[in-house]
C-alpha cells in the first residue's frame, strides 16, 4: 500500500496518514525517538526510497525516524492487513510442515487435487489471493490440526 501523503498534526498529537484508499492516524507517542513538546517536528515527507511505503520525520534537535505502512495498520487494525498476517503466519507454518514432512511434494500435490504451480503458489508467503481454505487443506493433508482460538483483547 503506497501513502499519498503525511502531515503532523499536534493537537491530535499524531500524524495523519493518507493512503490511495483510507486515512489513518499514527500517534507521536509510538515513534521513536519521540515527539515531545521541547523537540517538535520541523518535517515529515514520504520517503521515495522506502517506495512510498514509509514516511520519515525530522525533529528540532536533528534527530529522526522513519514509519512503514505496515505500522501504521498494525496500530489501526485495517482488516486486510490483520487477513493477510493470518495467511502469512499459515504459510509460514505450512512451509515448515512440508519441509519436516515424510511425505513427497508431489504425493501432497496429489492429495490436494492440485496442479504443482498452484501447490507453489500455496507456499509462497509474498502470494495474498490465496484462501485460508487452501492453506487449511493443505495442513490437513500434511496430518495437522488446526485451531481457531477467539478471545477478547487483553487491555
Excluded: W
Amino acid at each position: 500500500m503506497k501513502i499519498r501523503s503525511v502531515t503532523p498534526n499536534n493537537r491530535k498529537k499524531a500524524f495523519e496518514v493518507r493512503t490511495t484508499t483510507k486515512s489513518f492516524v499514527y500517534p507521536y507517542a509510538k515513534v521513536d525517538p519521540q515527539v515531545t513538546d521541547e523537540d517538535t517536528i520541523v518535517g515529515v515527507f514520504v520517503d521515495k526510497e522506502l517506495d512510498r511505503e514509509g514516511f520519515t520525520y525530522v525533529l528540532e534537535s536533528g534527530a529522526g525516524g522513519t514509519v512503514h505502512i505496515a505500522q501504521v495498520l498494525e496500530y489501526n487494525q485495517d482488516p486486510i492487513y490483520l487477513r493477510d498476517m493470518i495467511l502469512y503466519k499459515l504459510t509460514i507454518e505450512a512451509q515448515k510442515r512440508v519441509n519436516i514432512s515424510p511425505l513427497s511434494k508431489r504425493e501432497i500435490i496429489r492429495r490436494l487435487g492440485t496442479s504443482a504451480t498452484q501447490f507453489y503458489r500455496l507456499l509462497d508467503q509474498t502470494n495474498y489471493h490465496k484462501s485460508a481454505n487452501q492453506l487449511l487443506s493443505l495442513l490437513h493433508v500434511l496430518d495437522c490440526d488446526v485451531d481457531l482460538v477467539i478471545r477478547a483483547k487483553s487491555a
